[in-house]
């Protein structure tokens, strides 16, 4: 017999610790909808989240390397699914809810500007008199506003435990104040997972990625402590570093983070003992997290990662062609706003020039970015 959703929301309550979010006792959502007979509340925005055009558009935009660098380098899309892949194996290992936190991973980028943050470093620097931008805040306007699928209400209409989870993410911006959440508030447990994981994501496949295009060697990473603790484990004792044994090392890192924050989350909730979720929101500080010395090691790998890798020259170009390519555009499409698809003009009104242009612009994809610019800019280009 198939499970209904009323099956899986009891599955969730008897299997889900105490202090996990149930999709049973949701909040609901900004517009009240009927649920669907077979899948739970948070499935549901997992699956709406996956079917936007935003998502879409995540597999041709950068995530180090601009789409034209190479086939094998991971691009925004296959982060976000490394991301939602590692999310639910702690989810899973804590028992929480597994399907929330997906929903979480799976958004967390969606409003990502095209040639990753470099493009995002310019529409910030293009909009600094017109509140900013940030691609946290605009992941949140995608699925709120942004998206545009249903004919009574703009955005995807997402539960407000997934919505609460976005903008706990961690971020200078200040997102919880922007979106009316109290800030002195912690993230569910889900929402803690999905922030923590997508730094260590990253961390850990930059520096895949790195190797892969040789602006890192091993001689120079066997000053970090992290890199001769992975090698030590694997067995590897330097020399020629082929694609297996990279592929080795770097599953052993992600493993090695990995356990590192089960075994510390799960001590700071045996201390802490939460009996609800509104304990871990009460919470001063995050439940999820690593020991003194991982996170030692992990940040000393990330810094050496800014230094050696994000400042590389090859890099720096990519970055700098980048925000040319989002300055120029800017530009044109304030000054003659006109040459927007029709359907941006019609915002411009409401939510202002710059923003709309804005929100354009970060719509795009790089290849896409890359024929506007071409279109806009090229006399051989037809428009």
Known sequence: MAYARRDLEQLEIQSLAPFALKSGESKGRMHPEREPEYRTAFQRDRDRILHSAAFRRLEYKTQVFVNDEGDYYRTRLTHTLEVAQIGRTLARALRVNEDLVEAICLAHDLGHPPFGHAGEWALDELMHNHGGFNHNYQSYRVVTELEKRYADWRGLNLTLETLWGL???????????????DPSLRGSVEAQIADITDALAYTAHDLDDGLMAELLSTRELETLDIWRLICERVGWRGGQLDEVTRHSLIRELVGLLVSDVLTVTNANLEALKPTTPEDIQKNTVNVV????TMDRMRLALRKFLYERMYSHYRVIRMQQRARRFVRSMFEALTEEPRQMPEEYQAHVEARGLERTVADYIASMTDRSAIQEYRQLFDPTVRP
């Open 167 to 181: 903008a706990k993410h961690e971020t200078n911006f200040g997102l919880s104040e922007a979106v009316g959440l």
């Open 289 to 292: 997290g690593y020991s003194d």
